[in-house]
């Protein structure tokens, strides 16, 4: 993972805090969203569409994991 990652990443955390409700299973229409965000946030750099896809379903899917555990275990 590289820095730019990195900062992609953490920019995806604020993104995923005001747009996604962390309650629901992500749908590819919020992956799409986020994936898009990444894209726009590297300036709009053509052939990293795979990579932000991959990305984006990363991180919503390990959001939703983390709000079940903490539903779970309540």
Known sequence: MTVS??????DGERWMTRHIDA???PTPAQIGQL???FYDT???QDGHDVEDWLLAEDELTRRYWL???NIESA
């Open 35 to 37: 994936a898009y965000h």
């Open 67 to 69: 709000v079940e555990d």
């Open 42 to 44: 590297r300036g709009r």
């Open 23 to 25: 309650q629901e299973r």
């Open 5 to 10: 990652d990195l900062a992609l990443r953490l």
